[in-house]
């Protein structure tokens, strides 16, 4: 069994349909795979704060049992839970979302022992089970250094777009509710990011090898390419954010053609979930 969670509302749909394509396609043998979605409502900070449906939930699951028929998606509608732990917290208003702040919630639901977090903006190049079956028995999680941070910040610091979770021992430590805590009272440079390894057990990450967290290239070892904002130095210095879905510009500017599989399975689901939403 592979149980992997990934958290958002119906603005990363695009980024859910793609990243789980990609899981399932990229299997070297079916396996059963449990895709859990984090989701809420919180429409006090912004309109557009709105919950994923069960029709996004129900679409993808029937897109990725075409490809690995032992697949489930659950839906977790946890807005009760944010407003009971970090309803108005320090961070609620930082650079990025406060759905990103929903996988701290993950001890206070039925999780399974062994959980991959993801983002959104992931894509899988080798079969996911590479990183899925490493032992991580003795660890609270195991995760890949982040590619800026380990130059700028120090030298072990890790990007969380990639997690894998051992709960036991994380709810065995406390870590969770650590971090919420640190959210909670702390404004933090990486909100979450900042307040999951802040509230690390020492010794109890398991760094990995870049290949499962690669933020800037594509090697022939990537097992995981995470479309995060990155750096271009031509033809000047800027940041641009490309994500897998605008997949004009990761042809154009990554020049990648390893995700056309996935992409163009992906344009054709788009175009029929777009049809749908008409028609109800």
């Known amino acids: 069994m592979i149980n992997v969670l990934y958290s958002g509302n119906g603005k990363v749909f695009d ?6 394509l990609s899981l399932v396609k990229r299997l070297e043998k079916p396996r059963p795979l449990r895709v859990y979605l984090y989701t809420m409502t ?28 032992d697949t489930k998606v659950i839906l977790c509608d946890v807005t009760d839970l944010y407003e009971t732990h970090l309803k108005e917290n320090a961070n609620e208003g930082c650079y990025c979302s ?15 022992d062994k959980l991959l977090y993801l983002d959104a903006d992931i894509m899988i190049n080798k079969d996911i089970g590479e990183l899925y079956d490493i032992d991580v028995e003795n660890y609270e999680y195991a995760a890949a250094n982040d590619h800026y941070g380990k130059y700028l910040v120090n030298p072990k ?85 490309i994500k897998q879905w605008h997949v004009e510009k990761v042809h154009k500017v990554f020049k990648y053609h390893q995700f056309d599989d996935i992409l163009n399975e992906y344009l054709v689901l788009k175009e029929e979930f777009e049809n749908l939403q008409k028609t109800e």
């Open 157 to 241: 610091y890790i990007n969380a777009g990639v997690l894998l979770f051992n709960m036991k021992k994380c709810r065995e430590t406390g870590l969770f509710e650590k971090a919420r805590e640190l959210i909670r009272v702390k404004k933090l440079p990486f909100a979450d990011q900042s307040a999951i390894i802040r509230s690390t057990t020492k010794k109890m990450c398991k760094l990995l090898p870049q290949k499962f967290n690669d933020q800037k290239f594509l090697h022939k070892d990537t097992v995981i390419r995470h479309f995060s904002k990155r750096l271009f130095w031509l033809p000047y210095p800027h940041t641009d954010n």
């Open 15 to 20: 980024g859910v349909l793609t990243s789980t």
């Open 42 to 69: 919180l429409t006090r900070v912004s309109p557009n704060y709105t919950a994923m449906g069960e029709e996004h939930a129900r679409f993808i699951e029937k897109a990725l049992q075409k490809h690995n028929p």
């Open 98 to 112: 406060p759905y990103t702040l929903l996988r701290l919630l993950a001890d206070l639901t039925d999780m399974p």
